[in-house]
Every structure is written in structure tokens, then in C-alpha cells.
């Protein structure tokens, strides 16, 4: 897997990725990782080639000018379903229909769709019969505190990933780590969500670092519904917020009472999200996930001083929602021959980093076969 994301990070390079790279074996990470050791925290060390919000959509353009003229790509193009025949005691992918009935023949189809898609691939692919496994659902907050508390780890270390087990038998993860950026609202086909974002371009930032605290929510039989399960929840903020996202001062949670416009005022951060609505996530957010977050807000505290002070800032609600993870072969196909499923909505992955190196490793795949077959040409893929 490192050998494919390091293929990953080498093609953004091409296409014009900075080449600043972080060092997680410096003696200040070091330090860092034995004061989280000691909070129950555990640190995963990893080298981060920070992008920015601008510097990503400039290699986006440049990878998709590359393949303007070798590939066929359609944008705002919704697939209906997957086309199948029977083969022997199975089945095989023959291509994807689409929304309005034009079909798309092909020899190999590859699904990856990003998150927002999961529902649909989950939909399709029990309609086939394929076996699925029930995938946990992440819920938690976007954080924002000042950029003084979270310097060290963001010089050093640019995103610090900490995992910790609570009391309560759940995992809390830091995801998504933005110094000097913006908390934003992300649009999940009509349910808001919490986001965040940071620019390359240090002129373009603020003064506040954000970053996402997820708590895993893995489910029993016979619940099978983690993603309405989110959504949800997420609908509940969005009710109490008029449409948006709730804010909330940390010493508000721990005092268990709502946040005010007016307590938002008076604190030490100026929220970057200004459509955010102040609110009581108390009221959205289940128990354990709750005292998971404060379980996490205080051993984190014990690394960053200042990060569990009464000022920071809690949005809700994030979520990332991953698809009923299908049963693949250690090549990421389906028990339908030639239907390959990857990516962060399909539960392959988390990141664009690992969805890229799923992609390649799924070409590789396929190029191998066709390479044992004699090098026979097969159509071109359908590209979800």
C-alpha cells in the first residue's frame, strides 16, 4: 500500500503539487508522541504534502488536460444501474446504464464513487444479491481553535492524526486537520454537514486551525442502517440550525447549556463559518458520542495545552458516510467478474490519498488480466 500512494503522491508532483513535505521523525514529533503516549493517545506518524484548497483543483485541471485526449470523460452524468449477464454460476459485468436509459458497454467496470454516492452503491449492489458486510458510520464534530494553541503540531507535523479508546468502548480519530483555515458546510444530497478546509496561499488563511473529531459508530445485527442512522442525526442540526450547522463554545458543552450568539461574541475565537448558528449539540448528538468527544477534547489537551478550553469552538454535525462494505477479492472485484468497487464511498478507503492508490492498484488489476489473456484488447472501462 505504501508503494501505491507513494505512486500517487509522485503523479500529483507531475501535475504540480508542492514539493514541501512533512518530517515525522524529528525529535519535537518525537516529544509529541510521548506526551500522547502518556494521554492514552496514540500518534500515527505520516509524512503530509499539503496541497491547499487551490493548489489541488490547479493539479485536478492539469491530470484532467493530460487525459483529455487519451480517455473519454463525461461530468454531470448520473449512472442509473450496473448491466450483468449470467456466466457459468455467476455473473459478469457487461457495463451501466444511464439515468434517461443510454447504456455503456464494457468489459470491466470500476465504481468509486465518492462518499455522497454511498447510499446508491449500497442500493445497487444488494439488489444483485452481492454480499455485504455492515460498515460503521463516523459521526462526530468539526473543531476550531486558534492557531497559538495547535503551533507545534501544526509546524511539525502539519495534521496531527491521534486515535483513542474511551471509556464508553468507542474510537475517537482526529481527520482533516486545516491550520490557518476555514470551517465550511458540506451538502450531502440536502443534508448539511460540517467541513473544513485550508489554502496554500498563507494570505488567504485565518487564524484558526480546525480539524474533524470522529467517533466511530460500528453496528451489531440486526441493524443494518448506519448511514440513516448519521443522517439523521445530521437532520436534527439542521432543524434546530434553520438549514445550516450548529456552533458551540466547549465551556458551554461542559456547563450543558446552549451556546448564544452574544457567548459567541464574547469568547476568545472569531468563528470562521459566520452562517453557523449557536446551539446546543447536546441535543443532536447521542450520549456516547458526546462524552467520547469530551473524553478526547481532554487527552488531546494534554499535548496541545489550551485546546480544552472553554473558547474552543464545536460544529455539528460531521459525518462521513461509507456504503455496506461488498466482499472483494484481495484485487478490490466483486463477486460479479469484471465489477471493481473502490474509493472512500464504496468503505475501501479513507482519504484521497489511499481512494487514489485503490484506483491504481484496481488498473493494475485489469491491465494484468488483460496481459495474461494476450494482450486481447477488452472495451474500454466504465469509470464511476
Request: aromatic share 6%.
Amino acid at each position: 500500500m505504501l508503494g501505491l500512494i507513494k505512486y500517487v503522491d509522485e503523479v500529483n508532483l507531475v501535475h504540480g503539487a508542492t514539493h514541501t513535505i512533512t518530517d515525522p521523525t524529528t525529535d519535537v514529533v518525537k516529544s509529541i508522541e510521548q506526551r500522547a503516549y502518556a494521554a492514552g493517545l496514540k500518534l500515527l506518524r505520516a509524512q503530509v504534502r499539503h496541497l491547499g484548497t487551490e493548489q489541488n483543483l490547479e493539479i485536478l485541471k492539469s491530470i484532467a488536460a493530460y487525459l483529455a485526449d487519451k480517455i473519454e470523460m463525461r461530468f454531470k452524468t448520473e449512472v442509473a444501474d450496473l448491466l450483468s449477464v449470467k456466466e457459468g454460476g455467476g455473473h459478469r459485468a457487461t457495463g451501466v446504464v444511464l439515468k434517461g436509459g443510454e447504456e455503456l458497454l464494457a468489459d470491466k467496470v470500476v465504481v468509486a464513487p465518492g462518499r455522497d454516492g454511498s447510499a446508491w452503491l449500497t442500493e445497487v449492489l444488494k439488489k444483485r444479491r452481492i454480499k455485504m458486510q455492515s460498515n460503521q458510520v463516523d459521526i462526530g464534530v468539526r473543531v476550531e481553535t486558534s492557531d497559538v494553541v495547535m503551533r507545534e503540531i501544526n509546524e511539525h507535523l502539519y495534521e496531527g492524526k491521534f486515535v483513542f479508546n474511551t471509556s464508553v468502548g468507542t474510537r475517537v480519530r482526529t481527520f482533516c486537520s486545516n491550520p490557518s483555515g476555514h470551517v465550511v458546510v458540506e451538502n450531502h444530497s440536502g443534508i448539511m454537514a460540517a467541513n473544513g478546509h485550508a489554502y496554500k496561499d498563507p494570505a488567504l488563511g485565518s487564524a484558526n486551525t480546525n480539524f474533524a473529531l470522529l467517533v466511530s459508530h460500528k453496528f451489531t445485527e440486526p441493524f443494518d442502517k448506519p448511514n440513516e442512522y448519521a443522517r439523521e442525526i445530521c437532520e436534527r442540526a439542521n432543524d434546530l440550525s434553520g438549514g445550516g450547522v450548529i456552533v458551540q463554545k466547549y465551556g458551554d458543552i461542559l456547563r450543558g447549556r446552549r451556546s448564544t450568539a452574544a457567548r459567541i461574541k464574547e469568547g476568545f475565537l472569531e468563528p470562521t463559518l459566520k452562517e453557523a448558528v449557536p446551539g446546543d449539540l447536546g441535543l443532536v448528538l447521542p450520549y456516547n458520542t458526546m462524552k467520547s468527544l469530551i473524553e478526547m477534547v481532554e487527552a488531546l489537551d494534554k499535548v496541545t495545552p489550551g485546546l480544552a478550553s472553554e473558547h474552543t469552538l464545536f460544529y455539528g454535525v460531521e459525518a462521513k458516510f461509507y456504503s455496506a462494505r461488498p466482499q472483494l477479492t484481495d484485487r478490490l472485484e466483486t463477486e460479479i467478474a469484471g465489477l471493481y468497487c473502490g474509493g472512500d464511498g464504496a468503505g475501501i478507503t479513507r482519504g484521497l490519498a489511499q481512494a487514489g492508490a485503490a484506483g491504481v492498484w484496481i488498473a493494475r488489476a485489469i491491465a494484468d488480466r488483460l496481459e495474461r489473456a494476450g494482450g486481447k484488447e477488452a472495451n474500454a472501462a466504465a469509470l464511476l
